[in-house]
């Protein structure tokens, strides 16, 4: 295993140390900083829109030409399988086409209506300069589009420093902006270490910072940005519930909850992690998840490390121990963790408020639609949440009721590009994607006339 300072690919499925990448000295996290400082005075200030826009069109275009490459990188890196990496890397490009297709529209200036006096008012969004982004494993190429395809469209120039399980994958990335055309310090990879970061996010040439990742590691990347009055937004983790309050339909929703839970081996922030199950239709509906998911145990895919296997283990053997019940068509074997259901956790256990990344399902029975939204805000979460039911008016009502960032109806796999992605509460502040996307690290500076 690898400390957290040491950049590596370590394949999950066998254990074995691939490559090792050296840590970036502290001389060369300042020149990745000073690049980037240069390029936006050098390089934000003298494109147009549309020259930003046609740089992204071509890292677009380079991940698709590239999926296959790209895919077997993060299948090396953290056992995802080919099929959805390279599903990942094809959406990527869609984000990065996303903008630079909308680019003009969102940036374009905003006149305001004048309440008293003469002359105009408008808004133009303009960059802020250098950010930093530090992102997570699960999502090596998704995650880097969210936060770099809106912010070089604006003009802002990017530092990023990937998780330390992701060097491969982010140096082919490095390379896919540089081979784009993008001037050197525009976009920057760095392997820093935590210690070089923390100075990163305090010092001048840095405007903002975006997150991904742990509740724990986003709370203290905010408190240092705050100390230094830096913007930034954070995706943190998520507990999403997966509320079932009727179906024309069995089959197909007992689907979509696997689908959302088990994507990406169960390794995703906003995948629907809590099952809440009207009576009516509990034990049908437990009955034929329970069947898929054991169904899935046949040729599964590795959990990112041994250590998050690990940790799924203990969580697992935490809430039996507190009276749960977890049934499971084999047991753990280094990062192999195979899929199961966890029943009867009590909503006042602390295992109940946790959030389990990996192939575990929680199934829970309620009553009524009170007692299921009452449920799906029992944790500190906010992020995204799953409505199913064939009463259009209790769909809306309900999400309504939900303290989520992002509400789902009667479907899954619904994200898109032009969607904001983003929590409330500990799941993070911010928003990613869409037109608010671009917005988070735009000055919207005011110009105002007196007479034209």
């Known amino acids: 295993m690898t400390n957290r300072h040491v950049y590596a690919v370590v394949d999950p499925a066998s254990g074995a140390l691939v490559k090792e990448y050296p840590t970036a000295t502290d001389e060369a996290v300042d020149a990745a900083l000073d690049a980037a400082s240069r390029a936006y005075a050098q390089w934000s200030r003298r494109t147009s829109v549309a020259q930003r826009a046609q740089l992204l069109n071509t890292v677009a275009t380079l991940h698709s030409e590239r999926s296959g490459h790209l895919a077997e990188i993060i299948h090396r890196e953290m056992g995802k399988p080919v099929d959805e990496a390279i599903a990942e890397v094809e959406f990527s490009a869609s984000i990065y086409r996303y903008y630079a297709e909308n680019a003009g529209k969102f940036l374009a200036d905003e006149p305001i209506g004048l309440l008293e006096g003469e002359g105009t008012a408008f808004t133009r969004r303009q960059p802020i300069g250098v950010l930093l982004g530090i992102m997570p494993w699960n999502y090596p190429y998704y995650q880097v589009a969210r936060f770099a395809a809106p912010n070089l469209a604006l003009g802002n120039t990017i530092v990023l420093k990937h998780a330390p399980q992701c060097p491969e ?26 210690e070089q970061i923390a100075r990163a996010i305090a010092d001048s040439r840095v405007q903002g910072v975006s997150f991904t990742g742990s509740e724990r590691a986003g709370a ?100 039996t121990a507190d009276g749960a019940s977890f049934v499971s068509a084999g047991r753990r074997a280094g990062a192999y963790f195979p899929p199961g259901v966890l029943t009867g956790v009590s909503p006042t256990s602390p295992s109940a408020a946790e959030e389990f990344f990996g192939p575990v399902a929680i199934v829970y029975r309620v009553g009524s639609e009170d007692e299921a939204v009452e449920l799906a805000n029992g944790t500190p979460y906010g992020l995204g949440s799953y409505v199913f039911t064939t009463d259009a008016e209790q769909a809306l009502r309900v999400a309504d009721k939900i303290d989520a960032g992002m509400v789902f109806i009667n479907g899954v796999g619904l994200e898109g590009a032009e969607l904001p992605f983003g929590g409330v509460r500990r799941s993070g502040v911010g928003r990613e994607l869409g037109r608010a996307g671009i917005d988070e690290f735009a000055n919207k500076k005011l110009i105002r006339t007196a007479r034209t």
């Open 169 to 194: 994958s982010s140096a082919a990335l490095q390379q896919l902006f540089t081979d784009a055309g993008y001037p050197q310090g525009c976009y920057v990879n760095v392997y820093a270490t935590h």
């Open 220 to 319: 203290e990347i905010a408190g240092r940005a705050g100390r230094s009055l830096k913007k930034v937004v954070l995706e943190l983790g998520g507990s999403d519930p997966f509320i079932v309050l009727s179906t024309h339909d069995l089959d197909a929703t007992v689907q979509a909850a696997v689908e959302t839970r088990f994507e990406n081996t169960g390794q995703a922030c906003n995948a629907g992690k809590r099952i809440i199950v009207a009576e009516d239709i509990h034990d049908a509906f437990l009955d034929k998840f329970t069947q898929k998911v054991f169904a899935m145990a046949d040729g599964p895919a590795p959990l990112s490390s041994v250590a998050a296997a690990e940790r799924l283990e203990e969580q697992v053997t935490r809430a």
